[in-house]
């Protein structure tokens, strides 16, 4: 659901520091918001801080949101707790394949290059006698 950022209460919350968020906005410039933050029916921030203020500082007026209902207050804490406590840093052998399998993405090889000049080419050809 999207929301107006204005309409947004943020409460206490557990996690004082958002550390540097200029990777976050780099990140949401690019590719937007992925994961939704999450706000209960009065529009209180449960989860998602640092991407909320992320928006602010890019200036959006609006962010998707999940709102979840008739919490209490230990559920929401809970949620909170959960939602900052679950995540799970790449490896750094993950993170080096996926980046060499993005670079091999981005810059294919002499032969790839061929066969899909070849694979598009068939295409055309089978593309042009379908038609007729």
């Not at 520091?17 to 410039?29: I, W």
């Not at 602010?56 to 709102?67: D, E, P, R, V, Y």
């Not at 993950?94 to 068939?122: C, D, T, V």
């Amino acid at each position: 659901m999207l929301v107006q950022i204005k309409d947004i209460k943020i409460k206490k919350r557990v996690r004082k520091d958002l550390g540097n968020l200029e990777n976050l906005k780099d990140s949401m410039k690019i590719y937007g918001l992925m994961n939704p933050i999450t706000l209960n029916s009065r529009y209180e921030l449960i989860a998602g801080e640092r991407r909320l203020q992320s928006a602010i500082q890019l200036g959006w007026t609006s962010i998707n949101a999940n709102i979840i209902d008739n919490l209490s207050e230990v559920e929401q804490l809970e949620m909170e707790i959960e939602e900052n406590n679950q995540r799970k840093e790449f490896t750094d052998a993950e993170l080096l394949e996926g980046y060499k399998r993005l670079q091999r993405l981005r810059n294919p090889n002499f032969f790839y290059r061929i066969y899909l000049f070849f694979k598009r080419l068939f295409q055309k050809i089978a593309d042009f006698f379908a038609k007729k």
